[in-house]
């Protein structure tokens, strides 16, 4: 079974940009959510979609924006995008079944902006 | 506002001695705690959980210890091996289905 795949790895960006990050779940999983990880920060979960639905949703500004397709795929965006948005954003994708839940991560887009 | 914490960002242990990595967490409503191993340029992946209704849980040479009067979580590694350099992040979640995870404590095994 093929695991989480997030496109693209790496994206270089200028201040002010908008940039789209792509996420396909491993197949069957229909939650997804996203995190960026930035050095000493650990994972800060900025939202999950569950059936093309935002379930849940952390502290980020509303430039940070998100969605699901009907075939659990999910991309994230972020607009005007500003040198502190620099970080590995991770995709991860579960099944979502009763009260255990485990979380599949991406490899992750590392994002950089100049 | 951390509700996981922790407080060691790196450990350095001898080849064949016991890694403690340790865990706080301050919402006493979590029941469900999971360690996650990152190597550089991977995502993490899972390494063992525990549900709060146990207080240890055991797969190899992994064990995760729960202190829920503490609000405390430890992973013991024994025998520590190279190949378990890496970082480790502990997480947190609760009825709300959100994971809340760790800084990360960064862990080098030497040959």
């Known amino acids: 079974k093929a695991g989480v795949t997030q496109t693209p790895r790496y994206l270089i960006k200028t201040r002010g940009q908008q940039v789209t990050l792509s996420c396909s779940p491993i197949?069957?999983?229909?939650?997804v959510s996203w995190y960026q990880q930035t050095p000493g920060q650990g994972l800060q979960f900025l939202f999950e979609?569950?059936?093309?639905?935002?379930?849940n949703k952390g502290n980020f500004p509303g430039r940070f924006s998100g969605r699901q397709f009907s075939n659990s795929r999910s991309e994230m965006n972020v607009s005007t995008l500003e040198l502190g948005d620099s970080a590995l954003y991770l995709c991860?994708?579960?099944?979502?079944?009763?009260?255990?839940?485990?979380?599949?991560f991406g490899s992750g887009t590392q994002l950089s902006v100049l | 506002d951390q509700q996981v914490k922790q407080n060691s960002p790196s450990l350095s242990v001898q080849e064949g001695r016991i890694s403690i990595l340790n865990c706080d967490y301050t919402n006493s409503m979590f029941d469900y705690f999971l360690w996650y191993k990152k190597y550089p340029a991977e995502g993490p992946t899972f390494l063992i959980s525990i549900s709060s209704i146990k207080d240890k849980n055991e797969d190899g040479r992994f064990t995760v210890f729960l202190n829920k009067s503490a609000k405390h979580l430890s992973l013991h590694i024994v025998p520590s091996q190279p190949g378990d350099s890496a970082v480790y992040f502990c997480?947190?979640?609760?009825?709300?289905?959100?994971?809340?995870f760790g800084s990360g404590t960064k862990l080098n095994v030497k040959p």
């Open positions: 197949s069957g999983h229909r939650s």
């Open positions: 979609y569950f059936s093309e639905t935002q379930r």
């Open positions: 997480a947190a979640s609760g009825a709300s289905g959100k994971f809340y």
């Open positions: 991860a994708s579960s099944l979502d079944t009763g009260s255990v839940k485990k979380l599949f």
